[in-house]
């Protein structure tokens, strides 16, 4: 089976601080990590995908196997980044079709 | 850019009744899926769609829902018989390959009343 398990519902910081959103992961095979974004009465829209290894919007994030993590970080914290992030896992399910098991998702508020 | 299109943005039903929920896929995308959110809760696989049938459902999937590619662009959602507990925020997306990025539509808030 697999889980995504986001610990924090809401992440407050302020205007220029780091920010940190926490995933971790449970798949036993060779998982997929996505982050995407949903900004206020928006769709989901993807930030992140781990195989890309890119930097969206001065986010990062990196897959650490060892802790099964895949955490968000931001250096320094703008105010529109605000916005509910959802951590997801891509995982062959077995049956022919990968599908993508979120977490439950961390509103991040980005205090002025 | 081409996005995924969700169509009606809000649907209010009876319960008992039937819906039909619209989606468009990205054009050249093959893989097609849909999700749900009841309010406060996190996003749930549904079922995915490949090659006019289904690859995949989840548990949430039962003989209630059907899905349906009708036309060369649209994908519906079809709830038979609507419950309270079927209120939610339904999702499409689709991706280019079996394990591609998903891109997902806008949603259609469904209220069962």
């Known amino acids: 089976a697999q889980r995504v398990t986001q610990p924090e519902k809401l992440l407050s910081v302020f205007k220029g601080a780091p920010v940190e959103l926490k995933c971790n992961y449970s798949y036993s095979g060779s998982p997929e990590l996505f982050w995407y974004v949903q900004y206020s009465r928006q769709r989901l829209q993807l930030l992140l995908r781990?195989?890309s290894r890119e930097s969206i919007k001065g986010f990062t994030a990196d897959l650490n196997k060892g802790e099964t993590s895949f955490h968000l970080k931001k250096p320094f914290a703008q105010e529109e980044d605000s916005a509910m992030y959802y951590c997801?896992?891509?995982?062959?399910?077995?049956?022919?079709?990968?599908?993508?098991?979120f977490g439950k998702g961390t509103k991040l508020s980005v205090i002025p | 850019e081409p996005e995924v299109t969700q169509t009606p943005s809000h649907q209010v039903t009876q319960m008992g009744q039937e819906v039909i929920l619209r989606c468009v896929p990205i054009s050249n995308h093959l893989y097609f899926y849909w999700y749900r959110q009841i309010l406060g809760q996190k996003v749930e696989f549904l079922v995915s769609f490949y090659n006019n049938e289904i690859s995949e459902k989840s548990e949430i999937f039962d003989d209630q829902f059907s899905v349906e590619r009708p036309d060369g662009s649209n994908f519906t959602l079809k709830i038979r018989s609507t419950k309270l507990e079927d209120s939610a925020m339904y999702f499409c997306a689709s991706s280019a390959g079996t394990s591609g990025t998903q891109y997902f539509g806008p949603g259609t808030r469904l209220t069962v009343l």
């Open positions: 997801a896992l891509s995982g062959y399910s077995g049956a022919g079709s990968y599908q993508l098991t």
């Open positions: 781990h195989i």
